[in-house]
């Protein structure tokens, strides 16, 4: 069946994208792709094997049901670490199938000993530390409760590695308590080895501490937002360009989400289009409406504001965005025709809406906007 539009995702880009973080990264830190939201609403069952087939093999989530979807795609070699959340019914499940997961509170550790102790099969942990974003994380005092069950309990525990999260590396604006933060982190990983635990890995980079903070990549970073092709922040995107020689712009999106016109009509100088009076027609228009609304992840915030390609020219959205439908502005286009192509992100002929533009107008982070985009929306694979 198909839906009302279509969200293409672009292999090429996919590459793209992976081969330049790669470039980017020290010597030996590897990479982990973050696939939460699924896969930051490009589709998890879709994105995940073509980061593969572009040489990933580790793979980040939030909760446990996540990693039951990457499961069920992935190749058998493929790593999965769960970051968050892990249903109590699911915690067998995770440790029988070697998952990595996040403890970031003594209580699990003490429940996952006992689990893998009755399962016969090595927990794979990783010590989430708090450094200052306050939010999950062993400060020291719990990191002190862990070290004797980490000590007695080895035969029942892979430590596969300690992290961190850093509050904001986006923004210069949080430059000290970042840096705090990775001063912190160094300070505990260095007691904890003084304790006689030895983590096989060191990890804290989201994507901007892994452009903004090249100390922050240790032995992995976690990338989630610069895969796609989307910078976590303009400063991130205008630090990178600025050391860089050439100064071009080295992601590419992934995403194309397009639909179709399905009616077009006339409206007299004068009258209201759409819910309410949010929008007069000044003259005499042409309008085209389009099956996409709020319910597909369009925001409302895009009334009057957004702006779709046509005959690859941008035109505006006129009117309230409705739950299934958009209006958008075609009177000044030439032979526009039902069933013509709408581009909402992406390009089409020589312009591209990005979804960047998309969060200028309507208050939302890429990451927020590109979460939105239901999983019901049929995608499509591209070369
Ligand atoms: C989401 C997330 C990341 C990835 O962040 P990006 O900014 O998308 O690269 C890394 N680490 C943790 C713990 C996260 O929750």
Request: net charge positive; with cysteine; hydrophobic share 40%.
């Amino acid at each position: 069946m198909n839906t009302t539009s279509v969200i293409e995702l672009s292999q090429e880009a996919v590459d793209n994208n992976i081969a330049f973080i790669k470039n980017n990264l020290g010597a030996n830190v590897k990479m982990s792709s973050v696939v939460k939201g699924n896969a930051y609403g490009h589709g998890i069952e879709y994105f995940v094997p073509m980061a593969e087939k572009a040489g990933t093999d580790h793979f980040s989530v939030y909760s446990s049901d996540e990693a039951w979807q990457v499961q069920s795609v992935c190749s058998p070699e493929t790593d999965i670490m769960i970051m968050g959340y892990i249903d109590e019914h699911d915690r067998d499940w995770v440790i029988e199938n070697g998952l990595e997961f996040f403890v970031f509170q003594v209580e699990t550790l003490k429940e996952v000993i006992e689990r893998s102790r009755k399962l016969g099969k090595k927990a794979r942990i990783h010590l989430e530390l708090e450094t200052g974003m306050n939010r999950t994380g062993l400060n020291r005092r719990q990191l002190r409760q862990c070290l004797p069950l980490l000590r007695e309990h080895a035969d029942h525990l892979a430590l596969k590695g300690v992290c961190t999260h850093y509050a904001g590396a986006e923004s210069i604006a949080n430059h000290v308590r970042v840096q705090k933060q990775i001063t912190k982190f160094n300070r505990t990983y260095k007691w904890l080895l003084e304790q006689g635990i030895r983590p096989e890995t060191r990890h804290t980079a989201c994507s901007a501490a892994a452009v903004a903070y090249p100390k922050t990549q240790m032995d992995m970073v976690r990338i989630g937002i610069l895969q796609y092709g989307f910078w976590p922040s303009k400063e991130t995107q205008i630090h990178y360009l600025h050391k860089s020689k050439n100064k071009i712009n080295p992601l590419m999106q992934i995403i194309r989400w397009r639909s179709r016109i399905m009616s077009l009509k006339n409206v007299r100088q004068g009258e209201f289009i759409s819910y309410g009076t949010t929008y007069m027609a000044l003259e005499k228009k042409r309008i085209a409406i389009v099956p996409v609304g709020y319910a597909h992840g369009f925001s409302r915030s895009l009334s009057n504001q957004g702006r779709v390609l046509i005959k690859g020219q941008r035109v505006g959205v006129i009117g309230m965005v409705n739950m299934n439908m958009l209006i958008a502005d075609v009177t000044y286009l030439s032979r526009v025709k039902l069933g013509d192509e709408v581009v909402m992100i992406g390009q089409q002929g020589e312009n591209k809406i990005t979804v960047s533009s998309f969060g200028e107008l309507s208050d939302q982070v890429n990451y927020e906007l590109l979460t939105r985009l239901p999983s019901r929306i049929r995608r499509v694979i591209k070369k």
